[in-house]
């Protein structure tokens, strides 16, 4: 998806603009893979934790690296 931090400006961008976007629960997953390969990791978990609130069930959350040992840190 590009560089990851401008990628995920876009992400963010998406999910501000269209709240109601029907691939939001998969703009959430990418969102924080964005962010940890741009060692961003409170805004990874902000997402991560985005991402469990609205979609408890979702296969996306089993797909997330573990945030403590991804080596990501700001």
């Known amino acids: 998806f590009g560089i990851?931090?401008?990628a995920a400006e876009r992400f963010q961008y998406l999910l501000d603009t269209y709240p109601d976007y029907p691939e939001k629960e998969k703009v959430l997953y990418h969102l924080i893979l964005a962010y940890q390969q741009s060692n961003r990791k409170e805004e990874a978990q902000k997402a991560l934790d985005r991402?469990?609130?609205e979609y408890p069930q979702s296969h996306w959350l089993a797909e997330v690296p573990d945030l403590k040992s991804s080596g990501a840190g700001k």
């Open 51 to 53: 991402l469990r609130t």
């Open 4 to 6: 990851p931090y401008p």
